[in-house]
T-cell receptor, first 113, second 109 residues
Framework: DSGVTQTPKHLITATGQRVTLRCSPRSGDLSVYWYQQSLDQGLQFLIQYYNGEERAKGNILERFSAQQFPDLHSELNLSSLELGDSALYFC????????????FGEGSRLTVL | GENVEQHPSTLSVQEGDSAVIKCTYSDSASNYFPWYKQELGKGPQLIIDIRSNVGEKKDQRIAVTLNKTAKHFSLHITETQPEDSAVYFCAASSDKLIFGTGTRLQVFP
């Protein structure tokens, strides 16, 4: 158990809909990262927050947004969903602002029909 | 932008043999190179990492080497065991942690 909690574990929705994925980091970790893992693909970096502030941005679509709340939990919002958004979305947390070990949750599997 | 290439995509070895996975990175500012292991149904987990001021690091059956001039780094697993079967990801970081596309390692008894 990494200590990172992601909900929901599974989510099935239709094209055009909007969903919210939630992440609770390990106790004490200030950084939260979001990654997308499509079938047989690597981990695509989406975005990182550190202590409530956006720190780094990857290939995150404009239809996607994220935030980190004062209690350090984070949410990833995916809107106007398309079939290609079906993927496993991982949240990871770290005590570091920059480089260092990331602790991953078990992921939220999103299926868009 | 930053890119990390990883080879091979699949690797099958006999138990007890060695396995080698290679990665190259594009961002010369990268200074941190971790390796993660992802088992089925789980999130990736760090198994070893190396920083740019070190050329090699070893932890029991696992070793990582780094060649900053050539911008490549490798993971070596010796005396492989069936429980080593998983997907392995390399990554490189300067500002953002960028992952390779993964290597599915299968160790046959």
């Amino acid at each position: 158990d990494s200590g990172v909690t992601q909900t929901p574990k599974h989510l099935i929705t239709a094209t055009g809909q909007r969903v919210t994925l939630r992440c609770s980091p390990r106790s004490g970790d200030l950084s939260v990262y979001w990654y997308q893992q499509s079938l047989d693909q690597g981990l695509q970096f989406l975005i990182q927050y550190y202590n409530g502030e956006e720190r780094a941005k990857g290939n995150i679509l404009e239809r996607f947004s994220a935030q980190q709340f004062p209690d350090l939990h984070s949410e990833l919002n995916l809107s106007s969903l398309e079939l290609g958004d079906s993927a496993l979305y991982f949240c990871a947390s770290s005590v570091h602002r920059g480089t260092g070990e990331l602790f991953f949750g078990e992921g939220s599997r999103l299926t868009v029909l | 932008g930053e890119n990390v290439e990883q080879h091979p995509s699949t690797l099958s070895v006999q138990e007890g043999d060695s396995a080698v996975i290679k990665c190259t990175y594009s961002d010369s500012a990268s200074n941190y190179f971790p390796w993660y292991k992802q088992e089925l149904g789980k999130g990736p987990q760090l198994i070893i990492d190396i920083r740019s001021n070190v050329g090699e690091k070893k932890d029991q059956r696992i070793a990582v080497t780094l060649n900053k001039t050539a911008k490549h780094f490798s993971l070596h697993i010796t005396e492989t065991q069936p429980e080593d079967s998983a997907v392995y990801f390399c990554a490189a970081s300067s500002d953002k942690l960028i992952f390779g596309t993964g290597t599915r390692l299968q160790v046959f008894p």
